[in-house]
């Protein structure tokens, strides 16, 4: 039962990480990196398909050799329309809309297409699992202070779910028995309330919603942000660029690299200490705001993503939320574990795959 093979495929702004599993087991794992040069002559991401199926079915052959044989290729998932948590089948509608970008553009879009263009010729299985767009938002949740504005769900679902999962482990509890608040850290950040296994209430990590990250600016006064885009009537592009990639760490202080930030703190330099000790702040204010979700019963607090490895930045975190409950930090991400999770349970009859659009 454990022995069959998963390609996963995991595609970043600049990299796409690809592996091979059998069973649970990792044989290899390998990240390739795509270079600013390389990628400037594709006018969109989606104009990036061939390139990027290309390189990983090159490195397949060169790990695997020309008649590699798979049992399903397992993707991260794209900005498609929201959905509840699961595996999901690539179908022709699901790439239809992940082309479109149905709900917004980004190269996670890249991996169910990817997917689909290797397995097809193979005639297995192309599932991606626990995508951005996972919603399973409470309905008092979606209301914000605009009908014209309700609340999405865009969050690190993959990754969140896989780390809800291993505390569940650690603590001896079964996941979907236990409320807790999670705080992925990475480029952009989102924090979680998950209840009963479901993420009942995050913030918008793409789009301008909780706190600051390296790259995204998260909550801003509205009215201030609706003077600057009628001021001047900067470009869209312009706009979301300062909400989604130039906000955050980038636009105080011109970097996204928060090693770089520690180090600059290690000199003497009191700006970086003021706006990283911020983004910390923040984040603590949006674990209190969803312990609140949970009427504080909150079972544990997991800080998850690259920024947990930090020396410093979980423990200005965790000096601020201890009192709710139980801190754990569980650095870096599970994602390619967790895809190939998703897609083996589906192989072993565990869990159907998921119909899109549900």
Not at 46 to 53: G, H, K, S
Not at 330 to 351: D, F, K, Q, T
Request: with cysteine; net charge neutral.
């Amino acid at each position: 039962m454990g022995g069959f093979r998963i390609l996963v495929i995991n595609p970043g702004s600049t990299s796409t990480r690809v592996a091979v599993f059998e069973g649970e087991n990792p044989l290899w794992k390998e990240t390739l990196s795509h270079s600013v040069e390389e990628l400037a002559g594709f006018p969109s991401i989606c104009d990036q398909e061939e390139f990027r199926t290309a390189v990983v079915t090159g490195l397949v052959r060169e790990r695997e050799g020309a008649g590699a044989r798979f049992d399903a290729v397992s993707a991260r998932g794209g900005l498609f329309r929201p959905v509840p948590g699961g595996t999901y089948r690539v179908n022709e509608a699901m790439l239809a809309d992940l082309r479109a970008g149905v709900g917004g553009r980004h190269a996670c879009n890249l991996g169910g297409i990817i997917a689909s263009r290797i397995a097809g010729p193979m005639g297995i299985p192309a599932f991606v699992v626990d995508p951005p767009v996972v919603d399973e938002l409470s309905d008092i949740a979606r209301v914000s202070g605009h009908p014209a504005f309700p609340r999405r769900s865009v969050f690190h679902a993959l990754n969140q779910r896989a780390a809800l999962r291993e505390a569940a482990r650690r603590l001896g509890r079964q996941s979907d028995r236990m409320n807790a608040v999670i705080a992925h850290l990475g480029g952009g950040i989102s924090v979680a309330a998950w209840e009963g296994g479901r993420a009942v209430d995050v913030n918008n990590a793409l789009d301008g919603e909780g706190p600051f990250s390296p790259e995204r600016s998260g909550t801003v006064p509205a009215a201030d942000l609706a003077r600057f885009c009628l001021s001047g009537n900067p470009p869209l592009e312009k706009v979301l660029s300062m909400i989604r990639g130039r906000g955050g760490m980038v636009a105080h202080l011109g970097t996204n690299d928060a090693r770089e930030v520690e180090r600059r703190i290690a000199a003497g330099d009191r700006q970086a200490e003021l706006v990283y000790k911020a983004m910390a702040y923040r984040v603590a204010q949006e674990i209190g705001a969803r312990a609140a979700v949970l009427s504080g019963r909150v079972d544990v607090i997991v800080l998850t993503g690259g920024m947990a490895n930090s020396a410093m930045f979980p423990d200005w975190i965790r000096s601020r939320v201890a009192f709710i409950a139980p801190v754990m930090v569980i650095p870096g991400e599970r994602e390619m574990e967790a895809l190939a999770a998703g897609a083996l349970a589906v192989l072993r009859g565990e869990e159907p795959a998921k119909h899109y659009p549900p």
